[in-house]
């Protein structure tokens, strides 16, 4: 928990206050997590610990037709306000970025709550192979600490068909 919340709390808060919706949550058979969050979202169960490309996979296979771009977070990144949320989603949205990755440094010590945004672009040939990666951007200020799981963000055609393309496992 941070700040008294469990850190799952803050990240679907955020989801929810960047208007971004389904919110859905991707959890074991045996969680908690949709009594944590009140049981206001769509809940996906992942019947086994097949890792994040399948967690991912849930998550789009239960999205509604109509949604066309989604942002993807894991649940033990508190850190990541609505305004980012809804930053993340406006670069993906017609005309934009296909894949769109933020991410931030924990600072060492007692200030690992304060964080420091980058991003990094992914750039296509017509044909879709990857022609570039614009790593993130060095922030002078952050000289220490962990990198964090980023948060994603994706035109949903883009992405089913990346999964497509990965074996389930």
Same mark, same amino acid.
């Given at each position: 928990a941070v700040d008294g919340k469990p850190m799952i709390v803050q990240v679907v808060s955020s989801a929810e206050q960047a208007d971004l919706e389904p919110v859905i949550v991707i959890e074991k058979e045996d969680s908690i997590l949709k009594k944590l969050t009140g049981g206001k979202y769509t809940y996906v169960i992942q019947p086994a610990a097949t890792g994040p490309v399948e967690a991912v996979r849930l998550g789009v296979e239960a999205l509604p037709a109509d949604v066309h771009e989604l942002v993807i977070a894991c649940g033990d990144q508190p850190f990541f306000s609505a305004e980012t949320f809804r930053h993340l989603a406006a670069t993906v949205r017609p005309g934009?970025?296909?894949? =769109?990755? =933020?991410n931030f440094f924990i600072p060492t010590g007692s200030e690992w709550a304060q964080y420091y945004h980058h991003g990094a672009q992914l750039l296509r040939h017509a044909d879709m192979t990857v022609r570039e990666v614009r790593p993130p951007s060095k922030n002078d200020q952050t000289t220490s600490g962990e990198l964090a799981h980023p948060i994603y963000a994706a035109q949903v055609p883009f992405l089913r068909n990346v999964l497509g393309q990965i074996p389930v496992q």
């Open positions: 934009g970025n296909e894949f =769109t990755l =933020t």
